[in-house]
């Protein structure tokens, strides 16, 4: 993999309790339009692209690049996982390191879904890379996000200003057995 080292791309589908995570597919194509042009997803992170530009620039399968799953509930497409290296990072202490990054459609909200597919995508990443450490950013007015960082086991590193905000940076850890 181009991004995150010698992993096989892209993994079998990793099943949850309610969720697929899995390689994005040209049936994908509707739902990723939604989710780049939604006002609500793209609250915290600097608003969202217009409709038709973001009609125009989305590929026939879109995202299709190694460490990007697309989460699917009940076979339809309601939200993605991203982990990707931290190129050009603002912050030392996440430059190079592998990133968590998710959207999800607005009436995926609430449910749990968010934590039951991002469990299984650092599940899937402590497995192919062991030990490696995963970094987070988010705006700390972004609670839910807050939330859930805090539920997945991520840890504060640090806070800072950027992009006219406060932003939070956390990283998380796969337990290792010991001895």
Known sequence: MDDLGPVTWPPEPIRTERLVLRGPEPRDRPAFVELLASPEVHTFLGGPSPRDEVERRTAEVPERWPGSFVVELDGAMIGQILLRRATGHRRPAAAGRADLGYLFLPR?????????????????????????????????????????????????????????????LGMWSPVTPSG
Do not use: D
């Open 108 to 168: 995926a909200w609430g449910r749990g879904y968010a934590a039951e597919a991002c469990t299984a995508a650092l599940g899937w990443f402590a497995r192919a890379l062991p030990a490696e450490p995963v970094v987070l950013t988010t705006q700390t007015a972004n609670v839910g996000s807050m939330r859930l960082a805090a539920k997945l086991g991520f840890t504060e590193v640090e806070r800072f200003e950027a992009w006219g905000a406060e932003q939070w």
